[in-house]
């Protein structure tokens, strides 16, 4: 079985200071793995995508995210945060090899707030 | 495109009360899912299809049904509503392989 860890339910960090949202997964298998972004009464928004080959994934409004197949993890970060970076942050992972159908194991979600 | 639509946004319920929350997506994805999130467990899948008259369960499926009879929509059925099933609702698509889902604006739905 495939499951998601947000060991962080807030984020606190002053804007232009960098932003790290921790996420560690497990499969049995290969991972996919997925970060998307929730803002205040809005549906899923998603950020960006690890498949395969390079570890560092870049993706929607300068977020970037580093797959660690050694540590089990897929932080989600940002040079220098945005107060409108403030929102609620899912990682995702589905097991390729033992599931062909695309379900998605979502971890509990951590808000991030931005201070001006 | 309008992407995933999802009607309605709120709706109250009375314990054993039914109704159908509706979902349509104008992308042709053949993967469609529903997910339920409540404050601090992220979202549960909880019925999902990889086509026309393909569905199956997820997570959390008991008290709900779907069907797919289109490409286009998959409507969830909650059969008699209970208070442990207020929660927000969201329907998700997308295209079958390693893709992203992309999410409707969700259902927010009290059950009393």
């Known amino acids: 079985a495939q499951s998601v860890a947000q060991p962080e339910d807030q984020v606190n960090v002053a804007e232009g200071n960098p932003l790290t949202v921790k996420c560690t997964y497990s499969?049995?298998?290969?991972?996919?793995l997925f970060w998307y972004v929730q803002y205040p009464n809005r549906g899923l928004q998603f950020l960006l995508k690890?498949?395969?080959?390079?570890?560092l994934v870049k993706g929607s409004y300068g977020f970037e995210a580093e797959f660690n197949k050694s540590q089990t993890s897929f932080h989600l970060k940002k040079p220098s945060a945005l107060v409108s970076d403030s929102a609620l942050y899912f990682c995702?992972?589905?097991?390729?090899?033992?599931?062909?159908?695309?379900?998605?194991?979502f971890g509990a979600g951590t808000q991030v707030v931005v201070t001006p | 495109n309008a992407g995933v639509t999802q009607t309605p946004k709120f709706q109250v319920l009375k314990t054993g009360q039914s109704m159908t929350l509706q979902c349509a997506q104008d992308?042709?994805?053949?993967?469609m899912s529903w997910y339920r999130q409540d404050p601090g467990m992220g979202l549960r899948l909880i019925h999902y299809?990889?086509?026309?008259?393909?569905?199956d369960q997820g997570e959390v499926p008991n008290g709900y049904n779907v069907s797919r009879s289109t490409t286009e929509d998959f409507p969830l059925r909650l059969l008699s509503a209970a208070p442990s099933q207020t929660s927000v609702y969201f329907c998700?698509?997308?295209?079958?392989?390693?893709?992203?889902?992309?999410f409707g604006p969700g259902t927010r739905l009290t059950v009393t």
């Open positions: 690890y498949i395969t080959g390079d570890n």
């Open positions: 998700a698509s997308s295209r079958q392989g390693h893709n992203e889902q992309y």
């Open positions: 299809s990889v086509g026309a008259g393909i569905t």
């Open positions: 995702a992972v589905r097991d390729w090899e033992t599931d062909s159908w695309g379900k998605l194991q």
């Open positions: 992308m042709n994805h053949e993967y």
């Open positions: 499969v049995s298998g290969n991972p996919y």
